[in-house]
């Protein structure tokens, strides 16, 4: 479970939209208190999707869910599961965080943020393919391996 959760973790945090998105907040009036409430928003929301997945299974939505499933499979009975729960929040808030603690520690930076923008939104699809492709083939080899391994 940890390592799925890691990866998906990782697969969320350098989604391109999400992350000019975060830019743009960052950059206008009073960016860093907005991008905090940004943060802090998104990880209610995660825990409104896992918990809402973990009510009905039925309806993943994307990486955050499959990061649900896997919770819910887990049964989280203890506190290493509940670790690897609040592990997988902030993996897939880091890049969030980065750019928030990036924006306070170095605020004259915001030309770089704006650069890092321009690239996204001119490379932001190949970053979002590659990452579920990579994500998607990790999760399907997962999946096979534990049915060509299941027990009868």
């Known amino acids: 479970m940890v390592a799925d959760l890691?990866?998906?973790?990782?697969?969320i945090a350098p989604q391109p939209f999400r992350v000019s998105a975060f830019i743009l907040i960052l950059s206008s009036k009073d960016g860093t208190r907005k991008g905090l409430g940004?943060?802090?928003?998104?990880?209610?929301s995660?825990?409104?999707?896992?918990?809402a997945v973990i009510a009905a299974v039925a309806q993943p939505w994307t990486l955050v869910a499959a990061g649900?499933?896997?919770?819910?499979?887990?049964?989280?009975?203890?506190?290493g599961d509940w670790?690897?729960?609040?592990?997988?929040?902030?993996?897939?808030?880091?890049?969030?965080l980065v750019l928030e603690l990036y924006s306070v520690f170095?605020?004259?930076?915001?030309?770089?943020?704006?650069?890092l923008?321009?690239?996204?939104?001119?490379?932001?699809?190949q970053v979002l393919i590659v990452v579920c492709v990579v994500v998607g083939f990790w999760l399907a080899g997962r999946s096979g391996y534990?049915?060509?391994?299941?027990q009868h």
């Open 38 to 44: 940004w943060i802090l928003g998104w990880l209610v």
């Open 6 to 11: 890691i990866i998906i973790g990782l697969g």
């Open 146 to 150: 534990l049915l060509a391994t299941r």
């Open 68 to 79: 649900a499933v896997t919770v819910t499979q887990a049964r989280l009975s203890g506190v």
């Open 117 to 125: 923008r321009t690239w996204l939104d001119d490379h932001g699809t």
């Open 46 to 51: 995660l825990v409104l999707v896992i918990a």
């Open 83 to 96: 670790f690897a729960l609040a592990s997988f929040c902030l993996l897939a808030t880091s890049s969030f």
């Open 106 to 115: 170095a605020p004259a930076a915001s030309t770089r943020l704006a650069a």
